[in-house]
T-cell receptor, first 113, second 109 residues
């Protein structure tokens, strides 16, 4: 149980385009999901907290207009990287919160050319 | 800002040897968690420690939480090549996690 999936697993896009990443809790409901970013050889950095039915809470330094988060249902949160640039290339990981535990997805590798 | 420092940054050992990695916090979290992450994958929870002085064992892995609840260690006995990975500690602050930089462990056959 407690499986979290992400789609796509990898994406390559051109600079200036937008990319949407999905995070789904497959066998449980999660009112709260978290989005992290991990650059090569670095640790996970929390970007934002996504709450079902309300606005996401962003960490300091994360642009809310650039990283759009939608938590439309209890099993799905999406992160849209708008007007992506090469510096947005990273490994994006989501987690879904249930019973005091965060369950992590497998991550999405984004490469912006 | 609560910071978690992990040491060493890199660790390479021979199969069968023991290893210890450390996690030290500048302040107290409600709990501390250890994860292992393999390249291209999300982190997988190994253990959560809550009580100062707590010791938890998971097969060949032993986790300790300091009395002051600000430091923790992960000890692996008789390491195997399958133990290779990035080991991360994370402090839980009202269910938001702050991760340390991680220790990259390589176990050579």
């Amino acid at each position: 149980g407690a499986v979290v999936s992400q789609h796509p697993s990898r994406v390559i896009c051109k600079s200036g385009t937008s990319v949407k990443i999905e995070c789904r809790s497959l066998d449980f409901q999660a009112t709260t999901m978290f989005w992290y970013r991990q650059f090569p050889k670095q640790s996970l950095m929390l970007m934002a907290t996504s709450n079902e039915g309300s606005k996401a809470t962003y960490e300091q330094g994360v642009e809310k207009d650039k990283f759009l988060i939608n938590h439309a249902s209890l099993t799905l949160s999406t992160l849209t990287v708008t007007s992506a640039h090469p510096e947005d290339s990273s490994f994006y990981i989501c987690s879904a919160f249930s019973q005091e535990t965060q369950y992590f997805g497998p991550g999405t590798r984004l490469l912006v050319l | 800002t609560q910071l978690l420092e992990q040491s060493p940054q890199f660790l390479s050992i021979q199969e069968g040897e023991n290893l210890t990695v450390y996690c030290n916090s500048s302040s107290v979290f409600s709990s501390l968690q250890w994860y292992r992450q393999e390249p291209g994958e999300g982190p997988v929870l190994l253990v959560t420690v809550v009580t100062g002085g707590e010791v938890k064992k998971l097969k060949r892995l032993t986790f300790q939480f300091g009395d002051a609840r600000k430091d923790s260690s992960l000890h692996i006995t008789a390491a195997q090549t399958g133990d290779t990975g990035l080991y991360l500690c994370a402090g839980d602050d009202d269910y938001k996690l702050s991760f340390g930089a991680g220790t990259t462990v390589t176990v050579r056959a």
